[in-house]
Nanobody
Framework: QVQLVESGGGLVQRGGSLRLSCAASGNIVIIYAMGWYRQDPGKERELVALINNADNTTYGDSVKGRFTISRDNAKNTVFLQMNSLKPEDTAVYYC????????????????WGKGTLVTVSS
């Protein structure tokens, strides 16, 4: 079973920065893409940022220019550097691993982390 473990969430003031990390484990051969989504209570989960194993990135419109996603393929880890945080960035941030292939498996599956809370105070 693949596990995604997130870290780095917390409370920060407006304009501050946080760095989220997500490490995937579980006899992994390859992960096509890793990314971050966020969800505020009562709202739909939205894409924050995504990076594939060719280092192509995609960002949600609301975070462009403020957040940066990066990835360590050797360690199956993805990072999200969040700068110039705003109260509207407050949400639970979920790590996502797309098309994960494990050793001995002939297929790829998607996985989610349990989420880490980011709170930005005004």
């Amino acid at each position: 079973q693949v596990q995604l473990v997130e870290s780095g969430g917390g409370l920060v003031q407006r304009g501050g920065s946080l760095r989220l990390s997500c490490a995937a484990s579980g006899n992994i051969v390859i992960i096509y893409a890793m990314g971050w989504y966020r969800q505020d209570p009562g709202k739909e989960r939205e894409l924050v940022a995504l990076i594939n194993n060719a280092d192509n990135t995609t960002y949600g419109d609301s975070v462009k220019g403020r957040f940066t996603i990066s990835r360590d393929n050797a360690k199956n880890t993805v990072f999200l550097q969040m700068n110039s945080l705003k109260p509207e960035d407050t949400a639970v941030y979920y790590c996502n691993a797309l098309r994960v292939v494990q050793r001995g498996s002939g297929y790829a599956l998607d996985y989610w982390g349990k989420g880490t809370l980011v709170t930005v105070s005004s």
